[in-house]
């Protein structure tokens, strides 16, 4: 049984977590990073600020993204409209305790439970709850006193503890930024061949766009970058076409497989309702192998946030670089700092993608959770 669709249970379990912050905020832990400790003192609280993410364009990586702790972005710079330039700069943040934002969460749960307490309801409160969890988590990304203080604990004789070229905040932001842009080119790539290729008149292309998928994995990522660089140079994009050409295969084969699967006696009896093919694609096909579909889109998406970590060596930034650095210096604090946000930002896309895929599947085809 899944205890958050019960009304007020997430809500209560919103309550707790704001009230451990809110203890938790009383607590302080010790930094030991020089530079850190001329940034934020000689101690700092256990919990954090808000950290919100910013989305923007670029000419370079199409996607620009940022991070921020200051609650004024969310004014549209309203706040700053009377201060000068000068001024805004050097305006400190307009923070906001962790503890208040999950307070917040409880009652948008609670009223969200109010809201639809006569019909169930199954798009707004997990979307709700999934960008809840991720504000959480990408906080913690942004408070460097707790990984300071983390890794202090696992590595206490280690004269390096955070990786001081970047903050891990600005780190993260560079490898979600490599995801969800070659996640975006994959999935639009992998659909379109996947479908393409089970219809009729393309179905003898399958073969071949099966085994070229497939070849996308059997070689290593690293020389799929170090091959894409000479060709069109360092940086981003080589980073992504390894992305793309790695991550392909679960999405391909998922909609292969969730196509063919559909049941035949279905599509002739949409036939017999003189029903159009574009029709039966989008109105039968396509909702019925949708759970399958998901499935490949969130295993690709898990495969690109590990793969990620590889651009760091063709400078396209991310968590990969406080691993390769640690392992160029034997810096181990580096090295496992990088990991362990890698893997927390994969179990947390993980989980979105999940209650993104509860959502798009049809009520009929739906499996408790």
Do not use: C
């Not at 290593?220 to 994009?237: D, E, N, R, S």
């Not at 993608?353 to 959502?359: D, F, I, N, P, T």
């Amino acid at each position: 049984m899944n205890w958050t669709r019960v009304p007020g249970v997430a809500s209560i379990l919103w309550l707790t977590l704001a009230a451990s912050l809110f203890v938790l905020q009383t607590v302080t832990v010790p930094v030991t990073d020089p530079e850190l400790r001329e940034a934020v003192g000689t101690t700092a609280s256990f919990t954090p600020d808000v950290w919100l993410p910013l989305f923007g364009l670029s000419n370079q990586t199409v996607l620009d993204m940022q991070a921020s702790n200051d609650m004024r972005v969310l004014t549209f710079g309203l706040l700053d409209a009377e201060a000068d330039a000068d001024e805004a700069i050097a305006a400190p943040a307009v923070s906001v305790s962790l503890g208040w934002f999950a307070l917040l969460m409880a009652a948008l749960e609670a009223f969200l439970a109010w809201a639809f307490r006569h019909r169930e309801e199954k798009l707004v409160r997990p979307l709700v709850r999934a960008a809840g969890i991720f504000v959480v988590i990408w906080s913690f990304y942004g408070h460097e006193p707790f990984w300071d203080w983390m890794l202090r604990g696992l590595f206490p004789t280690s004269p390096d503890l955070l990786y001081n070229s970047n903050t891990l905040i600005s780190l993260a932001s560079q490898h979600l930024e490599l995801v969800l842009v070659s996640s975006v080119l994959t999935i639009t790539i992998g659909l379109t061949l996947g479908i393409a290729v089970t219809r009729s008149n393309l179905r003898e292309f399958l073969p071949l766009v099966s085994d070229t998928v497939n070849s996308g994995q059997t070689i290593p990522t690293l020389a799929i970058i170090a091959i894409m660089a000479p060709i069109i140079g360092f940086g981003f994009w080589p980073a992504i076409v390894a992305l793309i050409l790695y991550g392909l295969l679960p999405i391909v084969r998922n909609t292969i497989v969730g196509l063919e699967g559909v049941d035949p006696a279905m599509i002739d009896a949409a036939k017999g309702m003189g029903m159009t093919p574009a029709q039966i694609l989008w109105q039968i096909e396509i909702p019925s192998a949708s759970s399958i579909i998901l499935a490949g889109v969130r295993t690709s998406v898990v495969i690109n946030v590990g793969t990620a970590a590889l651009g760091a060596y063709v400078g396209s930034g991310g968590l990969g670089n406080p691993i390769a650095s640690g392992l160029n210096q034997s810096i181990n604090p580096w090295v496992l700092l990088g990991a362990l946000a890698a893997a927390l930002l994969a179990i947390l896309l993980d989980y979105i993608l999940g209650r993104v895929e509860y959502v798009m599947t049809p009520k009929g085809l739906q499996i408790e959770q």
